[in-house]
């Protein structure tokens, strides 16, 4: 009966390793696929950010010129 326990034991113990380490994987995994949709979202900001700027650019020489000096 000891040896069934302990290989029982043993067994058990190999499986709950495996079980940690898989989910370790999975939650790794969903981090990166978190990071790399808040990398997307800073560069579409970004762009739009840089779009308004070079458009408000645009709009304050396009006014300057209409003005005589």
Same mark, same amino acid.
């Given at each position: 009966?000891?040896?069934?326990?302990?290989?029982?034991?043993?067994?058990?113990? $190999?499986?709950?390793? +495996?079980?940690?380490?898989?989910?370790? #994987?999975?939650?790794?995994? =969903? !981090?990166?696929? *978190?990071? /790399?949709?808040? $990398?997307?979202?800073? +560069?579409?900001?970004?762009?739009?950010? #840089?779009?308004?700027?070079? =458009? !408000?650019?645009? *709009?304050? /020489?396009?006014?300057?010129?209409?003005?005589?000096?």
């Amino acid at each position: 009966m000891g040896i069934l326990v302990k290989g029982a034991s043993l067994l058990g113990g $190999l499986l709950v390793v +495996i079980a940690l380490v898989i989910t370790l #994987l999975k939650t790794l995994i =969903g !981090f990166v696929g *978190f990071l /790399a949709l808040a $990398l997307k979202i800073i +560069i579409v900001i970004a762009f739009l950010f #840089l779009l308004a700027s070079v =458009g !408000f650019m645009v *709009f304050r /020489a396009w006014q300057s010129k209409d003005r005589p000096a």
